[in-house]
């Protein structure tokens, strides 16, 4: 089983065509869910030359970021740029 890696919220990027996608109720309301649960499935990333590329999990990235943290869990899988 893979195990979630805590990287820095700096080091990943988000693709162009993936920051219209984005629903700030929808963040707001993840946010309050981490803040009482924790968060519960990590994120996907690729790796892309020296950083990392968000593949799933925008929402809970930002939702991560607007409660001040600086690392997120994040699994590293192999994907294809689209």
């Not at 993936?18 to 803040?35: C, M, N, S, Y």
């Amino acid at each position: 089983m893979m195990k979630p890696l805590a990287i820095a919220l700096d080091d990943i990027y988000v693709p162009v065509r993936l920051r219209g996608t984005l629903v700030a109720e929808k963040v707001a309301a993840l946010a309050e869910d981490i803040l009482q649960n924790g968060l519960r499935l990590p994120i996907q990333v690729r790796v892309d030359k020296q950083r990392y590329v968000i593949v799933t999990g925008l929402h809970r990235l930002e939702a991560v970021r607007a409660l001040g943290e600086t690392t997120i869990a994040a699994f590293v899988v192999s994907a294809r740029r689209v």
